[in-house]
């Protein structure tokens, strides 16, 4: 089992370009969540989604920022028009279930925008 | 609305020594988990520990136990016999058991010394 696999490991962009992060959930995983660790932070919840849904996006800034899990491939995290402040590690994990105790992360995607 | 905190952003300890980070945290739940990860340089995010609210007995894997003080809303870790690759950044974190969003505390980053 090949775990939660996220890439880019490292992207790097330059402001108004767009950053598309990617992640394949484990086997048999039907839920996805993002995550942003900014700099000397935890990570805090962007988006929860399942197949073809977005059940909750509260953590997602109103602009820019949009997320899908099709029915076929990766989830994709896209980040339009980057600015400075969204460099930063964008970890994702996902689960059998709806529910976070028994969550596996992936090992993260860190955004640098120039 | 959940919050966790964690008072030191930086604990030392000496290889074989016990050390003990701390962490405090706040909810309205009563059904509620918390956790502790790992994230080695690496970046990956480790699920060291995990304890269930409605468990009295303290969780341990282990090298690593915790201290779950219900009333004091106090869950640290204990580290027996540290060794060079636990040293990591670690962070508590907590989850509401009717939600599926963990929340992070900053972290404490851990030195180990030879």
């Given at each position: 089992n090949a775990g939660v696999m996220q890439n880019p490991r490292h992207l790097v962009r330059r402001r108004g370009q767009e950053a598309r992060l990617r992640c394949s959930p484990m086997k048999g995983h039907s839920h996805v969540y993002w995550y942003r660790q900014l700099p000397e932070e935890g990570l805090k919840f962007m988006v929860y989604l399942q197949k073809e849904n977005i059940?909750?996006?509260?953590?997602?800034?109103?602009?820019r920022f949009s997320a899908e899990f099709p029915k076929e491939g990766p989830s994709i995290l896209r980040i339009q028009q980057v600015v400075r402040g969204d460099s930063a590690a964008y970890f994702c994990a996902s689960s059998?279930?709806?529910?976070?105790?028994v969550l596996t992360f992936g090992a993260g995607s860190r955004l640098t925008v120039l | 609305a959940q919050t966790v905190t964690q008072s030191q952003p930086e604990m030392s300890v000496q290889e074989a020594e016990t050390v003990t980070l701390s962490c405090t945290y706040d909810t309205s739940e009563s059904d509620y988990y918390l956790f502790w990860y790992k994230q080695p340089p690496s970046r990956q995010m480790i699920l060291v520990i995990r304890q269930e609210a409605y468990k009295q007995q303290n969780a341990t894997e282990n090298r690593f136990s915790v201290n779950f003080q219900k009333a004091a809303k106090s869950f640290s870790l204990k580290i027996s016999?540290?060794?060079?690759?636990?040293?990591a950044m670690y962070f508590c974190a907590s989850l509401e058991g009717s939600n599926y969003k963990l929340t992070f505390g900053k972290g404490t980053l851990l030195t180990v010394n030879p």
């Open positions: 059940i909750d996006e509260s953590g997602m800034p109103k602009e059998t279930s709806a529910g976070a105790n | 016999d540290s060794q060079l690759g636990d040293a």
